[in-house]
């Protein structure tokens, strides 16, 4: 299910996702205000009506696909790691166009955290030893990838830091990781 809390009546409505167990995981907010979300057990991301509930829903081209996470950069691109198939993808919210990238390390490197940062797309891939952070530029469509110091053990959720780095939150190894860019 989607919900929407109001905070000033601390009313909360529910939906339910138009597809069975689909299981609504990672959520960003589209410039219009609707909330985008991708559906762990299926080959789908959604989109709420905030005001009218109403969940739009995007098939990705493969079925064994499950985006684990998402990101949005400029222009609602909404951006995710595919965890059960070792991808990165982009959808286009307005054409609801799909193009996918193998991750570097390849098919069972379930991609997991994932963010946008100037444009530019950062992401670890959870089932390497240690975990890699990769950098995929969309301009140029390359891949760079550094070996997490710590392990990461599976890095779950990256936020942006406020001086432009990154910061990586290691659940596996019980740190905080923080990345400069330069």
């Known amino acids: 299910m989607i919900g929407r809390l109001d905070p000033k009546t601390g009313q909360m409505k529910l939906t339910r996702s138009p597809t069975p167990r689909s299981n609504?995981?990672?959520m960003v907010i589209a410039s219009n205000g609707d909330p985008v979300f991708d559906?762990?057990?299926?080959?789908?991301?959604?989109?709420?009506?905030?005001k009218t509930m109403a969940i739009k829903e995007y098939v990705l081209p493969?079925?064994?696909?499950?985006?684990?996470?998402?990101?949005?950069?400029?222009?609602?691109?909404?951006?995710?790691?595919?965890?059960?198939l070792g991808y990165l993808g982009r959808l286009d919210l307005k054409s609801?166009?799909?193009?996918?990238?193998?991750?570097?390390?390849?098919?069972?490197?379930?991609?997991?955290?994932?963010?946008?940062l100037n444009d530019v797309i950062w992401y670890v891939e959870s089932n390497t030893k240690p975990n890699m952070l990769v950098r995929f530029d969309p301009k140029t469509e390359a891949f760079q990838t550094w070996r997490i110091p710590s392990g990461g053990g599976v890095v779950r959720n990256m936020t942006p830091t406020r001086d432009g780095g990154l910061a990586l939150a290691e659940s596996g190894v019980n740190k905080v990781a923080v990345v400069t860019i330069r």
């Open 96 to 116: 609801g166009q799909v193009k996918q990238w193998p991750s570097p390390s390849g098919g069972k490197s379930q991609p997991y955290a994932i963010t946008a």
């Open 39 to 50: 559906e762990f057990g299926s080959n789908k991301i959604g989109r709420i009506d905030p």
């Open 62 to 84: 493969d079925p064994g696909t499950r985006p684990r996470r998402i990101a949005i950069s400029s222009g609602d691109t909404i951006w995710y790691t595919d965890f059960s």
């Open 24 to 26: 609504p995981y990672g």
